[in-house]
């Protein structure tokens, strides 16, 4: 499985980015697509999920209400809309394939820079 991450940048606080998640290859029900985050010396963190099973979604508690992750099966794609942006969500943001939420990545997507000004 490959994934290819884009729609990062600079926004000012309070505004808006959209995140997609192109992906190749094999995928099963299974499988749970995610973003994850990483901010300057700071760990990679779980943000959102989304089952592919049944669409179920999953949010670190941060960025719930504010943050939406949806699938697109016509394009394969998996994107990541970012409303009300904080200068805390800077972070070069990560799409990954899972087998539990958030955890046992089968595969990583290169990050994409998400740079929040206040």
């Known amino acids: 499985v490959q994934l290819q991450a884009s729609g990062g940048g600079l926004v000012q606080a309070g505004g808006s980015l959209r995140l997609s998640c192109a992906i190749s290859g094999r995928l099963y029900s299974s499988h749970i697509m995610n973003w994850f985050r990483q901010a300057p010396g700071k760990e990679r963190e779980f943000v959102a999920a989304?089952?592919?099973?049944?669409?179920?979604?999953y949010y670190t508690d941060s960025v719930k209400g504010r943050f939406t992750i949806s699938r697109d099966n016509a394009k394969n794609t998996v994107d990541l809309q970012m409303n009300s942006l904080k200068p805390e969500d800077t972070a070069v943001y990560y799409c990954a394939v899972t087998r539990n939420i958030g955890t046992d990545v089968i595969s990583w997507g290169q990050g994409t820079q998400v740079t929040v000004s206040s």
């Open positions: 989304i089952r592919r099973s049944n669409d179920r979604t």
